[in-house]
């Protein structure tokens, strides 16, 4: 039996100019098959045949646009590409494997031996290693600042400066960036201005509106949502994505087309899932603040914290991370942590579920015991992701870990 894709019938492109992100999250980036499925495809395949010899040099020969191999291109991981783009509001988008080869395609492809990069201190481990160890191999030498004083990015300026990077809010200390003032200074300085949009998604801020030039996420995280998949994705201008583009074509950090139809779905629910992560957040920290166990608490929704006002200011929620620090050392952190019996411990965050770690031997476990001081990274300090559950089971199962605490404090 033959089947035949039914291309008779004609279904006119959606019109999504001047949707909301709400709209854009559930329509955008829709590539529809002959077919003419509601959902969408999946395309499982490494290649693609064409009809002619022509065609295929033609294709190859970047004569004719149309899919070659999956390493570079595939509708599914398109479809993804395209509705994140829209969201973000960049004109094109480039999926990788992971978080961190997003970081490192950027990199390898705008940066050569001699240039010099500013990042903040405030970035995930990794993110630190990367620049510290691994692109100084190539030449590329970097510099760690605050993240929130201006005038260590200013002084940090040489003439061989071609990128500031920052992560913000910071990772895990919830510190906030100055955007506007950091995009100037790039910018002022011939540099490019690159923002790790992970903790907010584009629900909650748009780096690009506020002078980045290009945006970085963990697809694990909150475009996901629900701990499934790995995965990356740069979004910016043509002229800046299409040199990624070509970096992931030769070098292959490529996103599977299974988990790009993860990610594309996930992306369909993301402006709800982060109003709810931001109320459950707030709510916590709240509470945390109250707690006689409780040395500080770091999240930019709480009026305490030093960047509120900016936070306000530049994002339409303080997403789901937050931190707090315990009176005490790594036995009372860990103890805390031991304690619970719900929340998952776990480094990853974004989840649906609440996660629960202790940064200081998980996340920035890597990182010196001067870059961790530096960072902020205290043997106290406690990270909580924080999901969608009802927020007083939340406060029951944290509620256990103090409980230890008091226990112990009264032997």
């Known amino acids: 039996m033959t089947f035949h894709r039914e291309e008779t019938i004609q279904i006119p492109e959606s019109d999504l100019d001047g949707m909301s992100l709400d709209t854009l999250a559930v329509r955008a980036g829709q590539i529809r098959t002959g077919q003419l499925e509601h959902s969408d495809a999946i395309f499982p395949t490494s290649s693609f045949v064409y009809g002619s010899a022509a065609q295929a040099a033609a294709r190859f020969g970047g004569e004719e646009a149309g899919n070659i191999y999956s390493r570079f291109t595939n509708p599914t991981v398109q479809a993804f590409e395209g509705r994140i783009a829209a969201m973000e509001g960049g004109e094109r988008a480039v999926a990788t494997s992971s978080g961190m080869a997003a970081i490192l395609s950027t990199c390898m492809a705008l940066l050569k031996s001699g240039d010099h990069v500013i990042c903040s201190r405030g970035v995930f481990g990794t993110t630190n290693v990367l620049f510290q160890k691994y692109m100084a191999k190539f030449g590329v030498e970097t510099t760690f600042v605050s993240?929130?004083?201006?005038?260590?990015?200013?002084?940090?300026?040489?003439?061989?400066?071609?990128?500031?990077?920052?992560?913000?809010?910071?990772?895990?200390?919830?510190?906030?960036?100055?955007?506007?003032?950091?995009?100037?200074?790039?910018?002022?300085?011939?540099?490019?201005?690159?923002?790790?949009?992970?903790?907010?998604?584009?629900?909650?801020?748009?780096?690009?509106?506020?002078?980045?030039?290009?945006?970085?996420?963990?697809?694990?995280?909150?475009?996901?949502?629900?701990?499934?998949?790995?995965?990356?994705?740069?979004?910016?201008?043509?002229?800046?994505?299409?040199?990624?583009?070509?970096?992931?074509?030769?070098?292959?950090?490529?996103?599977?087309?299974?988990?790009?139809?993860?990610?594309?779905?996930?992306?369909?629910?993301?402006?709800?899932?982060?109003?709810?992560?931001?109320?459950?957040?707030?709510?916590?920290?709240?509470?945390?603040?109250?707690?006689?166990?409780?040395?500080?608490?770091?999240?930019?929704?709480?009026?305490?914290?030093?960047?509120?006002?900016?936070?306000?200011?530049q994002q339409k929620g303080f997403g789901g991370v937050l931190s707090f620090c315990l009176k005490g050392g790594r036995e009372e952190a860990w103890n805390f942590i031991d304690a619970t019996r719900m929340i998952s411990i776990t480094a990853n965050l974004g989840d649906v579920k609440t996660t629960i770690t202790h940064p200081a031997t998980t996340t920035h476990g890597r990182l010196s015991p001067e870059d961790k001081s530096r960072a902020g990274i205290t043997e106290n300090l406690i990270r909580l992701s924080v999901g969608i559950e009802a927020v007083e089971d939340l406060k029951t199962d944290l509620y256990r870990g103090f409980q230890v605490l008091q226990n112990a404090s009264n032997t």
């Open 147 to 313: 993240l929130t004083e201006t005038k260590e990015w200013a002084l940090a300026i040489r003439s061989s400066t071609r990128m500031l990077f920052i992560e913000t809010p910071s990772n895990p200390l919830c510190e906030v960036a100055d955007m506007a003032g950091l995009a100037k200074l790039a910018h002022d300085s011939g540099a490019l201005f690159v923002v790790d949009n992970c903790f907010c998604t584009p629900v909650l801020q748009r780096p690009l509106e506020h002078g980045a030039d290009i945006v970085i996420h963990s697809a694990t995280k909150y475009l996901d949502g629900q701990g499934r998949c790995v995965g990356g994705v740069v979004v910016g201008p043509h002229k800046h994505m299409d040199e990624v583009y070509g970096f992931l074509r030769s070098a292959g950090p490529t996103m599977s087309p299974f988990n790009a139809w993860v990610f594309h779905k996930g992306l369909e629910t993301l402006p709800i899932r982060m109003r709810a992560h931001c109320d459950n957040a707030l709510e916590l920290a709240t509470w945390l603040e109250q707690q006689p166990e409780v040395e500080r608490v770091y999240y930019a929704g709480l009026e305490s914290h030093p960047q509120h006002v900016l936070a306000k200011k």
